[in-house]
């Protein structure tokens, strides 16, 4: 009687979002939880762009829009492109949708068919693996550990190629680790790309602009690569808009044509108000951005020395994002006894709940993400959040034996 269709029993739920409900049950009790789970900013929107934002309101724009988005979205990003990415986009290449999480689905779901393989590096997103299944693709993972910066070689991407390979999901920088790609590197994976040509590569970044070793490099900037890439990105990190609901791709017109059918169907375009307060961000001064880059590079520099303070913690130090990924399996077969509770930690899932539990710091397991060994902290919280959430940590790490 309560069946569910095949496709929605391989899904499995995501982990983030499960751990960060797990933190409001216990906040909801009265416990003071210090949330680390979130990739999320603190940060509130800029006030310039809620000013676009009522202003839309009062021009009433409160109609649906088209589909891929309005003309003036369309064209903010086409125009932050070229000018901070030199790239050359038109406006009948972009299509924006209800946040740059849709913009990845809309792609694999367009493109990924039953059969088809998808190579993900992993650490991972944790969504990628998930939708790859519900377009009945397959998921093929290659691992790129602690000792490699989590950053995949081209050999490993040769080795993963078949006659199968429909698509590469790149992100960088990357969510979970914080790492993030060369122009030299992206060179060097676009070189394999080059000997297979039918293989379209999905760049996810939403974390161009949190970024500490310098310019951004897209895959996209390559030569030759540009009409067989899609770009994800949005406007939820940069500009601490994850509530607006806005991302895009910028992709050859034959992909943007597809996804914008396939939204046609679901769920039309994004919300009319978010889009003109995303065209303000898009167009309008910058220094916002910059300001929150170098807050989150502050914070980044503290939790890495506090983790590197931490017994038991192996640490690569990010490079972007607001995402540290530290190496925990030393305290693998380790236990506690908190409160007449018995703990055993067999894996970095036990090690989150049990920090969450103990400690009251939430985190999420690395196996979530494709790698058995780390757990994922997230450091867009205070520098205070951030120096009482490490010592709690220490401190609940003191009583494994």
């Given at each position: 009687m309560n069946t569910l269709s095949a496709r929605l029993n391989r899904l499995e739920p995501s982990a983030t979002l499960?751990?960060?409900?797990?933190?409001?049950?216990?906040?909801?009790?009265?416990?003071?939880?210090?949330?680390?789970?979130?990739?999320?900013?603190?940060f509130n929107t800029p006030d310039a762009i809620k000013a676009a934002a009522h202003k839309a309101i009062d021009d009433n724009y409160s109609r649906y829009s088209p589909v891929?988005?309005?003309?003036?979205?369309?064209?903010?990003i086409v125009d932050k492109l070229k000018r901070e990415n030199d790239l050359d986009y038109s406006p009948a290449q972009i299509l924006c949708s209800n946040g740059a999480k849709q913009s990845v689905c809309n792609v694999i779901m367009a493109i990924v068919g039953e059969g088809d393989e998808v190579i993900i590096p992993a650490p991972?997103?944790?969504?990628?693996?998930?939708?790859?299944?519900?377009?009945d693709g397959t998921p093929v993972i290659v691992p790129a550990g602690i000792d490699q910066h989590f950053k995949i070689t081209p050999a490993q991407l040769e080795a993963a190629i078949t006659p199968k390979t429909r698509a590469f999901i790149l992100c960088s920088p990357s969510n979970p680790t914080g790492a993030v790609y060369s122009k030299a590197e992206l060179e060097a994976l676009a070189?394999?790309?080059?000997?297979?040509?039918?293989?379209?590569?999905?760049?996810d970044e939403i974390y161009e602009h949190i970024n500490y070793v310098g310019?951004?490099?897209?895959?996209?900037?390559?030569?030759?690569?540009?009409?067989?890439?899609?770009?994800?990105?949005g406007v939820s990190k940069a500009y601490a808009m994850?509530?607006?609901?806005?991302?895009?791709?910028?992709?050859?017109?034959?992909?943007?044509?597809?996804?914008?059918?396939?939204q046609g169907q679901y769920t039309s375009g994004p919300c009319s108000v978010s889009q003109i307060a995303a065209a303000a961000a898009f167009s309008g001064d910058q220094h916002c951005v910059e300001?929150?880059?170098?807050?989150?590079?502050?914070?980044k520099k503290l939790i890495v020395q506090l983790c590197r303070e931490t017994p038991g913690f192996e640490v690569s130090e990010p490079d972007g994002a607001f995402y540290v990924f530290p190496k925990v399996s030393s305290y693998y077969s380790k236990s506690a006894e908190f409160s007449n509770i018995k703990y055993q930690i067999s894996n970095n899932m036990d090690l989150a709940m049990y920090l969450l539990n103990v400690g009251h710091v939430a985190t999420v397991g690395g196996q979530a993400f494709g790698d058995p060994d780390c757990i994922r902290m997230s450091y867009a919280t205070s520098d205070d959040n951030i120096v009482e959430a490490m010592r709690r940590i220490r401190q609940a790490l003191a009583l494994l034996k």
């Open positions: 499960a751990m960060s409900q797990k933190s409001s049950e216990l906040k909801a009790q009265g416990i003071d939880i210090i949330n680390l789970s979130v990739g999320e900013p603190d891929p988005g309005y003309p003036v979205l369309r064209q903010a991972y997103w944790v969504s990628y693996t998930q939708m790859v299944k519900l377009a070189e394999v790309f080059k000997k297979h040509p039918d293989i379209i590569i999905l760049s310019t951004h490099a897209s895959i996209a900037q390559i030569e030759g690569m540009k009409d067989r890439t899609v770009i994800i990105n994850t509530g607006w609901r806005i991302g895009f791709i910028a992709a050859p017109e034959w992909i943007v044509k597809a996804c914008n059918k396939l300001d929150m880059r170098l807050a989150f590079e502050r914070r």
